[in-house]
């Protein structure tokens, strides 16, 4: 099993350059990959997005590509000459005509648009995207091993609070077994009371108990909640993406609890499925970031 939750970080020294990913990813229903990527690399963005898509189905994905060329600068400037001549004709005209003092310098005409323009750097995007490939994967490495040291954690927890919920259950379940008989004989005792004496005939509290029986009855309950809390267990083994199936998991089991709870007259019994009830809510808490 594994979390939503992890990071990781890789640099390589390439042909072109000094290539740095970092990755990070949290919880989220369905697959959302951003990138911020170099200028350069923008027609490389599908590709990223199929390595990640490839080793992660679930979660909120950031990734960030740094890339330094092997002079230092990821790119070359050139002056538009033209730009700043024509920037410096039109200023002295203006200077004159509003009569403004003071001098044009070198660093007012570096400030305006188009004097100073990025060089495209040529690069051969098949031996760029090898490289980034690697280093990609050596980051998503690391930040899917923390996502599955994560998920071991989690896994750890859910199994002691299942072995609750199980022990919870079984406990509903073996109060139940004398339900009626108990029903019976309070009802017995109810109706002795009011009447001040022994009941000759009881075929109409059979009746009620039969119908307080059918009513009140929750062994079905009990017993599909058991195979939920075994399906459960199994599931949590699996080594395929689990984290919805946990949680509809989880929705039947709190279907279960409330059934239970709406039709069970022991205080007893109400007592345990309130704490049935808060067992399974930690639990979906921690499945929120079950991939």
């Known amino acids: 099993m594994n979390s939503m939750t992890g990071f990781g970080k890789a640099e390589i020294k390439a042909r072109c350059g000094k290539m740095t990913v970092e990755i990070s990813s949290v919880n989220n229903r369905f697959l959302e990959i951003s990138q911020r990527l170099p200028r350069q690399f923008f027609s490389l963005e599908p590709k990223v997005r199929d390595v990640i898509s490839s080793l992660i189905s679930r979660g909120k994905v950031s990734i960030y590509v740094g890339f330094e060329d092997n002079d230092g600068s990821m790119e070359q400037y050139h002056l538009n000459r033209t730009a700043v001549k024509a920037y410096y004709r039109q200023l002295m005209k203006l200077k004159k005509e509003l009569k403004i003092g003071g001098d044009i310098t070198t660093r007012d005409l570096l400030l305006l648009p188009e004097v100073a323009r990025p060089e495209e750097v040529s690069l051969d995007s098949a031996a760029v995207w090898k490289d980034l490939k690697k280093v990609i ?155």
């Open 137 to 291: 994967e050596k980051a998503m490495t690391e930040l899917l091993a923390m996502r599955r040291k994560e998920g071991q954690s989690m896994a750890r927890d859910m199994k002691k609070r299942l072995n609750a919920l199980n022990r919870q259950v079984k406990q509903i379940q073996k109060r139940t077994v004398n339900a009626v008989d108990l029903y019976r004989e309070k009802l017995t005792n109810r109706v002795e009371e009011l009447l001040k004496e022994p009941l000759p005939d009881n075929a109409r509290i059979e009746e009620q108990i039969a119908l307080m029986a059918e009513k009140t009855d929750i062994s079905e309950e009990c017993t599909r909640f058991l195979s939920h809390i075994q399906q459960y267990g199994e599931t949590l083994g699996s080594s395929d993406p689990i984290g919805k199936r946990l949680n509809f998991i989880l929705q039947e089991m709190n279907r279960e609890a409330n059934t239970i709870a709406s039709k069970s007259t022991d205080l007893d019994i109400s007592s345990v499925v309130i704490s049935v009830k808060e067992e399974i809510e930690k639990m979906r808490e921690l499945v929120q970031n079950v991939e």
